[in-house]
């Protein structure tokens, strides 16, 4: 990002990227508990953004770890036993709500669900020095919230950390579990680069 400031405390559209993403799932769903997964050198930074921007949701925090792997397991020692829980990237903001709510509702009837969204554009295949296209229509971008019934996700989590875990359904996965979709919202970036931000801030101004 070109920034000292992490990306999720930066400003858009008037306010920290983070609490434009925690405000869509209270908007979604209105009684849902949130763990927030923080570094420990970040926490005194989020209490300031809590005072200055007179956010008095009740927010509990988790440690962050060394990788998503080890952050999301600190994140489900805080979590209740029998219920859906479902991990969000903070540098997503433009997740819709009906995004949120379809995959919490698949997770309740399936077990869990990650929200996907079709590839417009076309794909080629690398093979050591040569390539191929490749049929786009087999392949799907996979987005957050990704939602789970707690006992297995937490069963899954007991497993050694593997460079292949690169987000919370791969994890189930290596487990043996089958791994479901929910539609997904293609304003559903994850601001990584300042384009990014660029691209948010206009679907905000626009209302999406």
Not at 7 to 23: S, V
Not at 107 to 134: C, H, M, T, Y
Not at 189 to 196: N, Q, R, S, Y
Request: proline letters at 5%; glycine letters at 4%; hydrophobic letters at 40%.
């Amino acid at each position: 990002m070109n920034s000292s400031t992490p990306k999720q405390f930066i400003e858009l559209n008037g306010k920290p990227i983070l609490l434009h993403t925690i405000e869509k799932f209270i908007e979604a769903i209105p009684s849902i508990e949130i763990t927030l997964v923080l570094a420990k050198e970040y926490r005194q930074q989020w209490e300031i953004i809590c005072s200055q921007y007179k956010f008095n949701y009740p927010i509990q925090l988790a440690e962050g770890g060394e990788t998503r792997f080890h952050s999301v397991k600190n994140g489900l020692t805080l979590i209740p036993e029998n219920c859906i829980v479902g991990i969000h990237d903070a540098a997503r903001p433009l997740v819709s709500k009906a995004t949120i709510i379809e995959a919490f509702a698949t997770a309740e009837e399936k077990g869990n669900a990650s929200p996907a969204i079709s590839i417009s554009e076309s794909l080629r295949e690398l093979n050591d020095d040569s390539n191929k296209a490749v049929d786009r229509t087999r392949f799907l971008i996979i987005q957050t919230p990704q939602c789970f019934q707690t006992s297995v996700l937490k069963k899954a989590f007991l497993q050694e950390y593997k460079p292949s875990f690169t987000d919370d359904a791969s994890v189930l996965e290596a487990m043996g579990e089958k791994i479901y979709l929910s539609k997904g919202n293609k304003e559903n970036i994850k601001i990584t680069t300042p384009e990014d931000l660029m691209i948010a801030e206009m679907y905000l101004q626009s209302g999406r």
